[in-house]
């Protein structure tokens, strides 16, 4: 669609970006429409080998501004380019009201093009406009709605920058992120024994039923002000009349303290097992670590510059 006249330039490299479909392992087409503007900015940027680790078509690039001049601190910023899966076309328009909508009825990918287009935008203006700076670093990443395996897999000691800033979140526009916590996932698969469920259920022993119990017993959903846990997804079985002798399902727990996850991942991986030996079953339990919690202070110096920016932009932080 052409570009409204009352509309800004970012405005329009997001509907364009918008529109490249981009889903976790599939992101080339819009990593390459960066990759171009970036070129075209006179920037060399470069692409590192995290695709084939992570199984995407791309990996992490980045790309370095040096110093000119500023007397501030380097930063990096950092942004990612897949969405969730789109269950149909994306076809963003600007309505009448200036909010940009996906007119095929699915999603749009705000999360996170509208950070990426932000990042190149304000990359544009530093360098057209000669705007002095300290050192600015940019980072896009693949695969983020599946685990943060772009990021993970980036080589951070590349960064010059000691802190930066990373834009994913939907809050309103000001609100700084301070903290975020401690996650880990917990897979659990149960072994029975398979039987004819009309002619011997009685030989058979219930992968099913033994995962029913173990949830039914997990203590899920908000658990405190600090603490959640939830079981996504559940699976098992072969057929409608055979006794299941496999059944599985993924959990995750979250906690800002980092000991009442802990307690809470054995509580979990307890009532698994108690479940399995009352339905006569064994089960496989993995437990692996999402991401590290963190949490900084208001007086923090990449809070102070974030809230400074912020001000200056005539926003309360």
């Known amino acids: 669609m052409g570009r409204p006249e009352w509309a800004p330039d970012v405005l329009a490299l997001f509907v364009e970006l918008a529109a490249l479909p981009s889903p976790p392992g599939e992101e080339r087409a819009v990593a390459d429409r960066v990759l ?9 940027a470069d692409e590192d080998d995290a695709g084939a680790k992570v199984g995407s078509t791309i990996g992490n690039i980045y790309c370095r501004l040096e110093p000119n001049g500023g007397s501030g601190a380097p930063l990096f910023f950092c942004a990612h380019l897949d969405t969730v899966p789109p269950e149909a076309a994306i076809e963003p328009v600007v309505g009448e009201d200036e909010v940009v909508r996906n ?10 093009k509208s950070a990426v287009a932000a990042m190149l935008e304000a990359t544009a203006r530093l360098v057209e406009d000669g705007r002095e700076h300290s050192g600015v ?34 809050g309103p526009i000001g609100e700084i992120i301070l903290g975020a916590p401690f996650q880990q996932k917990v897979d659990v698969r149960f ?60 959990a995750e727990a979250r906690s800002h303290d980092e000991r009442k996850l ?56």
């Open 103 to 112: 007119a095929a009825g699915t999603i749009l990918g705000a999360d996170d």
């Open 262 to 317: 802990a307690d809470l991942i054995r509580e979990m991986v307890e009532t698994v097992t108690f479940a399995a030996s009352l339905e006569e079953c064994e089960v496989e339990t993995q437990v692996s670590g999402l991401s590290p919690g963190y949490r900084f202070r208001r007086d923090d110096r990449a809070v102070q510059i974030a809230a400074a920016g912020l001000e200056r932009a005539g926003l309360e932080p």
């Open 191 to 250: 072994h029975g024994r398979a039987a004819h469920a009309g002619m011997y259920p009685e030989d058979g022993r219930s992968a099913i039923a033994a995962a029913a119990r173990a949830i039914a017993d997990l203590r899920l959903g908000r658990l405190d002000d600090e603490t959640s846990a939830n079981v996504g997804r559940i699976s098992g079985g072969t057929a409608r009349n055979v006794v299941p002798e496999w059944s599985e399902f993924a």
């Open 36 to 44: 171009d503007y970036l070129g075209a900015l006179g920037l060399e």
């Open 137 to 170: 670093e940019l980072l896009f990443t693949p695969k983020e709605e599946v685990g943060l395996l772009g990021a993970a897999a980036f080589d951070e000691s590349r960064f010059a920058a000691g802190f930066g800033y990373v834009y994913d979140h939907a």
